[in-house]
């Protein structure tokens, strides 16, 4: 099993590389001019112009008029329905965008690129099977395409899919060797997948070859972790914030594996570093938090823990921690307040362990 604190970390790091990727651009031409002959053809051509001037200056509102009325004289056209989409994904109306290549699709079925941009727009609203197989239908069609394979392996990621997705990335370096995307993918799926000495092996290479790239020491270090290699897993990241001493990820990761060490003064010291360097950081100021309460400095925990309740609402970790620190510090009331907070959002993000938890504590704290 993993530790929770990397498995969280390594599947919030995939997520986050899958959101950056899934922004490339969703690539759908806009309408051409037909040519001119009666009034409706004349009309037509006019509303196709104003459509792409509006584009040309971002004013999405009006471009998306300018493509609707001209649907409504000529239903027949995939073009007019894929510039719709392609307006509609422009404005982040993902669902509408797809609703309209879809469309498109209906009346041109072999076009690859309406495919890959009905994968890119229901990947946008979190519909990744059916986006997966939008872009394996464009793969179909244009099976050399690079673009298909990293939106598809971007959706696979997202539901979690690690071995079709490994696949898929091991194919895009057949296309590309050099595809930094894949390079940095490939091995957090072998980490994902707990197949630490093949990652390892992978980074080592890559490392190699691309010294400077941070990204590739820190899940060395994280593999090497895993792999039980404490001593080097820390000299990794230390050569690491030489190459980048402004990154806060390194202090960040640095600060777990000593927490996880017991060396809670070492520990703070990165979490703090990392704070500095990112305002707000979740992870650190939780990190800081947890070692307060470790060190019984309730009052500063009850500062980190509130302060976290603040940046992230919805976040129930922080409100169960900030309950046991104002128990400690005999607040029941508060601590009765930030018990049933936490109990709420346990319960309503599905975590029914920590919810009965909770109500555990909130049964011992009201004998």
């Known amino acids: 099993m993993l530790l929770k604190f990397?498995?969280?970390?390594?599947?919030?790091?995939?997520?986050?590389?899958?959101?950056c990727f899934i922004g490339l651009e969703a690539k759908a031409q806009l309408p051409t001019i037909v040519a001119q002959g009666n009034e409706n053809e004349l009309e037509l051509n006019n509303l196709l112009?104003?459509?792409?001037?509006?584009?040309e200056q971002q004013d999405y509102t009006q471009a998306l008029k300018s493509y609707q009325k001209a649907a409504t004289l000529d239903q027949q056209n995939p073009e007019i329905f894929s510039g719709i989409g392609y307006v509609q994904t422009l404005r982040k109306n993902y669902r509408a965008a797809a609703?309209?290549?879809?469309?498109a699709i209906a009346l041109s079925p072999e076009n690859p690129k309406l495919y890959y941009a009905l994968g890119f727009s229901l990947g946008n609203i979190g519909k990744n099977i059916e986006a997966a197989q939008a872009y394996e239908k464009a793969l179909e069609l244009e099976p050399d395409n690079l673009q298909n394979y990293l939106g598809l392996g971007i959706v696979l990621l997202r539901e979690e899919k690690y071995t079709e997705a490994l696949e898929v990335y091991d194919r895009i370096l057949?296309?590309?060797?050099?595809?930094?995307?894949?390079n940095i993918i490939i091995p957090r799926i072998l980490i994902e997948q707990e197949r630490y000495p093949e990652a390892i092996a992978y980074l080592q290479t890559a490392i190699k070859q691309k010294p400077q790239v941070v990204d590739l020491q820190l899940q060395l270090a994280k593999a090497l972790f895993k792999e039980g290699d404490i001593d080097q897993s820390i000299q990794t990241l230390t050569l690491a914030k030489q190459i980048d001493s402004q990154n806060y990820l390194i202090y960040l990761q640095m600060g777990d594996i000593l927490y996880q060490q017991g060396k809670l003064d070492q520990a703070f010291l990165e979490y703090q570093q990392a704070s500095n360097l990112r305002l707000n950081l979740l992870e650190a100021i939780e990190g800081m938090g947890k070692i307060y309460l470790a060190k019984q400095d309730y009052s500063r925990a009850i500062v980190d823990f509130r302060r976290l309740t603040e940046i992230a609402p919805n976040y129930p970790y922080p409100y169960h921690q900030l309950g046991i620190a104002l128990q400690a510090r005999n607040r029941y009331d508060e601590a009765s307040a930030a018990f049933n907070q936490a109990f709420k959002l346990y319960q309503s993000q599905g975590n029914t362990k920590q919810a009965d938890n909770i109500e555990t504590l909130i049964k011992q704290l009201n004998r």
């Open 6 to 19: 990397f498995k969280r970390r390594v599947s919030l790091s995939l997520i986050a590389i899958g959101l």
């Open 49 to 55: 112009l104003a459509g792409k001037k509006y584009v």
């Open 99 to 103: 609703t309209a290549y879809q469309t």
């Open 174 to 182: 057949q296309l590309e060797p050099s595809n930094e995307e894949a």
